[in-house]
């Protein structure tokens, strides 16, 4: 499927829903543990990047006891040939090795692996997942898009502001971008998740839009990219979103309501992160920050007038994120256009966080679940 094509969509006439319920591999023999002494792992495989969050339930949701990241770039040439490179598929495998370890080391008692774009649409992708399970002994969901939306939505959901009556929650992946409407007058009783009104989900993400535009080129490494390249860019995203019938979906939903953007992705921490002067990342000062959006557009283009040498020394961006920030910033200059609201929320949790709340309902820790998902936000600041 080229990025072109806009996929799984839904609307209203078509819930969503909470994300489904699923099976959970378990790491220990059944019946060995209680709701005290659960360990929870999720390990989420991207396009682009390989993460795993191990937590025990805590009050307020759960604590992390360890976490791993690393980019893997499993989707490389996946738009040009259909498959999962050979050495991209080996390079993944070393760091789920090292999730594996992990997981054992820290006695995970309940675990849920997914893979997402890159495993839906490459043709070797189920043959890849099953390599997996045989030299880790790890059991990945290729998950769908919906559900990805869901879990991503559920991750982040306590950042709402409960002065606003709706919310566009985005994620900007390395093969896809999901956008999820939820309303935030209607929760479910059990799990506090705001009801999922309606979504969407582009096969265009970071990765897939850099290999569009070529953006990986040597020419780029000194010199930044023309103007007209960025904004071809994002006028190509702007399209794939009319094609989903974004503008209709998302844009008339707005109806003047107290309403935000709140986005969990790489792109939008980074950008944060630039926005507020930090030296070096930082989580704690990033997540839950309030950006204005046109605060966010001026980053964006002034991290497109850098070339690749200068991005990969930000220290907010670094060599890993250099090559494909340009992107992330031309989807969401588009997203902003959809919906052209003044505020937008920063969230550094999304689909692993939206696992563990997940498991942990299943599990029998549904109350602590349920605080994560609540976030104690009359608390929280509100942007101005």
């Known amino acids: 499927m080229s990025t072109e094509e806009s996929k799984d969509t839904a609307s209203a006439s078509e819930p969503l829903g909470q994300p489904p319920r699923a099976a959970c591999a378990v790491a220990k023999e059944p019946g060995t543990t209680t709701a005290t002494d659960n360990v929870y792992a999720a390990l989420d495989l991207g396009t682009n990047n390989c993460r795993l969050l191990v937590a025990r339930p805590a009050p307020g949701g759960f604590e992390v006891i360890d976490a791993f990241s690393r980019t893997v770039r499993l989707g490389e040439e996946l738009t040009s040939t259909g498959t999962l490179a050979k050495s991209a598929m080996d390079r993944t495998l070393n760091a789920l090795r090292v999730c594996a370890g992990k997981i054992e080391k820290r006695g995970v008692t309940h675990l849920r692996a997914i893979a997402t774009e890159a495993c839906r649409l490459a043709e070797n992708g189920e043959n890849f997942i099953e390599r997996v399970k045989r030299e880790t002994g790890i ?8 559900e990805e ?14 002065g606003c009556e709706n919310v566009l929650v985005f994620d900007i992946g390395g093969g896809s971008t999901e956008l999820v409407w939820l309303d935030l007058c209607d929760r479910n009783e059990e799990t506090g998740q705001p ?6 989900s582009l096969a265009c993400g970071v990765v897939t839009l850099t290999d569009h535009f070529q953006l990986s080129h040597e020419d780029f490494e000194d010199n930044p990219i023309e103007p ?55 989580r704690n000062k990033v997540d839950g920050t309030w950006l204005h959006l046109d605060l966010v557009q001026q980053v964006s283009r002034r ?36 919906w052209p609201c003044d505020r937008l929320r920063v ?20 109350a602590l679940a349920r605080e994560r998902v609540m976030g104690g936000q ?6 101005s």
């Not at 844009?251 to 992160?273: C, I």
């Not at 009359?378 to 942007?383: I, K, L, N, P, Q």
Request: glycine share 12%.
């Open 347 to 366: 969230a550094d949790r999304g689909l692993r966080e939206g696992i563990l709340i997940q498991l942990m309902g299943e599990a029998g820790d549904g």
């Open 149 to 162: 939306a869901a879990l991503a939505a559920a991750g982040c959901a306590a950042l709402a502001d409960p």
């Open 228 to 282: 007209q390249l960025y904004e071809d860019m994002v006028e190509f995203v702007r399209k794939r979103l009319q094609q989903a019938g974004a503008y209709d979906t998302f844009g008339k939903r707005n109806d003047d309501q107290p309403a935000h953007l709140l986005g969990t992705s790489g792109t939008v921490t980074t950008l944060a992160g630039i926005s507020l002067g930090l030296k070096r990342y930082d």
């Open 195 to 200: 009801k999922i009104v309606t979504w969407t």
């Open 378 to 383: 009359s608390s929280r600041r509100a942007g």
């Open 139 to 146: 059991s990945f969901d290729i998950i769908t898009a919906g």
């Open 303 to 338: 991290v497109a007038k850098m070339n690749r040498k200068a991005r990969a020394k930000h220290p907010c961006i670094g060599r890993d994120r250099a090559e494909f920030i340009l992107a992330g910033c031309a989807i969401l200059d588009a997203i902003r256009d959809v």
